[in-house]
């Protein structure tokens, strides 16, 4: 596909859908209501809300907020990956979010969330895999921090969200995303085993707590 003003088309056509779809269900309630992430409905065979409640948003800052971390990411993992990778890491991160989700609520049948945050996210680690070095701005600290040490401090931060049930936020969902973009890059670019030990390894760490933590009763 082309671009425009350096953006893939790509991504061009996965932020209008966010938008739409956003949009569509601000104004429609029954239209939210329906094709919102929800346990009870997933495990009565609604399975089609995994992956719709991705195109869904809170509201308008919700939707700005993920949209804007798209659009700064997203070229960066197409540049490595290519198009079709690019679309495996966004569809696999967002399942794998509305998975872990439904794993750690299973039982809350009346659980529900919306936000494409997994896909998100899979991107975001995505291109920290890739490009380790990057810098990242944050809207609140003056000076650019390094997209690992990002990675990292944003997976431990989930970690606490998740075990103490830190503001109406899917934790899990952005965990299940960015363990998403994590192994299917590293399916897809396997030579950063090589190039990359040390990243793919300090990576893999918070990742290791969770389910380390969560064996130990404690998440």
Sequence with gaps: MGSLGGLSLFTIIIIAANVI?????????????RYKFNVGGVRRGEQFRMFSSGFLHADTTHLLFNMMTLF????????????????????????LGSLLSLYFHKNEYHYSAVGASGAVMGILYASILLEPQRGIYMFFIPFEIPGYIFGIMYLLYSIYGM????GNIGHDAHFGGAIGGYVITLILQPSLFETDL???GLLAVPIIILFVMHKLGKI
Excluded: Q, W
């Design 163 to 166: 075990k103490n049930r830190v």
């Design 198 to 200: 040390l990243m793919v």
């Design 21 to 33: 779809i956003s949009y569509k269900g601000f104004e429609d309630y029954g239209f939210f209501e």
């Design 72 to 95: 700064f990411f997203a070229n960066a993992v197409i540049g490595d990956l290519g198009e079709l990778g690019f679309l495996v890491v966004y569809v696999g991160s967002l399942a």
